[in-house]
Structure formats: C-alpha cells, structure tokens
C-alpha cells in the first residue's frame, strides 16, 4: 500500500508540472510549440498506458533508472497529457479582461498570469484533476507487470499461492477504495478551502 501511494503521489506532482508546460505551450499562439504540445497529447491518447510503461521501463533501464523510477515517469509522461488539456481548459475558461485588467495595472504578461489568471484557473481545474489522481492511482497498479510488488501485484502472487484469488482480490480492491477515499477527502478539503472567496 505504501508503494501504491508513493508511486501515485510522486507521479501526479510531475505530472501537474508537465501538463502546466504543455498547457502553456498549446496556448502560447506559437505554431510549432502548439504542433508539439498537440503531437504529445495525441501520442499519449492513442497508445495504451501499459505499452507505455514498457517502452519507458525497456528503454530507460540500460540507462540504470531502476523499476520504481520508471513507473514514476510512465505515469507521470502518461497523466501530464490529461492535466494539460485540464490546466488549458481551466486558463482559457478565464474571461479575457482578468489579464486586460492586470495588463492595466502595470503588471507584465507573465505577472498577471501568475498572480491574477493561474490563481482562478487552478479553482477551476480543482474537480477534474482530483478525478485524474484517482484515476493515476488505480493506474499504479500496472506497476505489477513489471515486476513491482505494489498492492495489485501482492494480491495476484497471494492468490496464486494459497489458490483464493477471489478473497486476494476483494482485499485489495477495499485496500484501493480507503486511498481513494483519502484522495477524495484531500481534494474535498482543498476545494473548500479555495472556495472561501466565494
């Protein structure tokens, strides 16, 4: 379980990152940062998560970067694409005149974005990216065809030994519902809090 946690955690950190960068690059209005934003999210979308794991845990492990690290950017490489068109959606559902106004102000494109923009946007984003971390976290559990022994993996091995997969099974499956809970009362409580202004 802790395993299953860190690897989702630590994932989603990256990814926000990642998905911020990609958000910014498909609204820059630069053609070919556009392309490549495009270009990522779409390779992302039309291949399977666990072929991307593959790809990344074949390819990165003659470089040394060990199991764990290799999920860790698989998911994150995977979840960014998603945060990013959530971050894009978030920013450009902002009305226009919030960056007029801050432009107005004296502030700097970048400034106003920033402090004025990014602020509403990510109260906004709130809701679809606490979806997408629980999604993240049940995506963790591919972990296991790499050889991790995250929770999923557990179940499968104790099933196959004591020959009971279905009690192993429904085990974890409750051990998967408590985090999601957590996750889901740790998004609940920061929407609460970010609605203050309201």
């Known amino acids: 379980m802790k395993l299953t946690f860190e690897l989702t955690v630590i994932s989603v950190f990256i990814a926000i990152f990642i998905g911020l960068f990609f958000a910014f690059l498909k609204i820059s209005k630069i053609k070919p940062l556009e392309i490549l934003a495009d270009l990522y999210i779409f390779i992302v979308r039309g291949t399977p998560l666990v072929v991307q794991i593959f790809v990344i845990y074949y390819g ?85 065809f790499i050889g991790m022994y995250e929770l999923f993996s557990v179940a499968t091995t104790l099933g196959s030994n004591n020959f009971d997969y279905m009690t192993y099974l429904l085990i974890v499956a409750v051990y998967y519902l408590v985090l999601v809970f957590v996750f889901s009362m740790a998004v609940k409580v920061a929407e609460r809090k970010m609605s203050v202004g309201d």
């Open 60 to 144: 990165l492990t003659s470089l040394n970067i060990s199991s764990f690290w290799s999920v860790v950017i698989g998911l994150a490489f995977h979840n960014g694409a998603y945060i990013a068109e959530i971050f894009r959606g978030a920013i450009q559902s902002i009305d226009k005149g919030q960056m007029e106004a801050g432009r107005s102000l004296g502030m700097s494109r970048g400034l106003t974005m920033r402090r004025v923009v990014l602020p509403q946007a990510f109260r906004r984003a709130l809701p679809p990216l606490g979806n997408q971390f629980i999604i993240a976290l049940k995506d963790s559990s591919l972990a296991s």
